[in-house]
Nanobody, 117 residues
């Protein structure tokens, strides 16, 4: 059974940092690209970042480029998202998703990030 479990969310003030983690199980983690997707309160889903199976190829939404860093540890089946220079508009629930031919076939339960002064 595929499971994705996010952690690391919380409340921070603008300019702060957080590191999100996603523990994966039930599939061969290194064989799949992974993504982070977020949903702000009352808004739709927004793709944030993606990383290929080997971890060498990363992509970011323009809204987070230069502030967020995606990474993975294939020895620990874990996906990360380092959030820095946080803005109030980064407030959202962050989901990790497994990528299957550009479709998100599995999602975690999400971890909430609140940026507020």
């Amino acid at each position: 059974e595929v499971q994705l479990v996010e952690s690391g969310g919380g409340s921070v003030t603008p300019g702060g940092s957080l590191k999100l983690s996603c523990q994966a199980s039930g599939f061969t983690f290194e064989n799949y690209a992974m993504n982070w997707v977020r949903q702000a309160p009352g808004k739709g889903l927004e793709w944030v970042s993606s990383i290929n199976g080997g971890g060498e190829d990363t992509h970011y939404a323009d809204s987070v480029k230069g502030r967020f860093t995606i990474a993975r540890d294939n020895t620990k089946n874990t996906l990360f998202l380092q959030l820095a220079t946080l803005k109030t508009e980064d407030t959202a629930t962050y989901y990790c998703t497994k990528d299957n031919n550009d479709e998100y076939d599995y999602w975690g339960q999400g971890t909430r990030v609140t940026v507020s002064s």
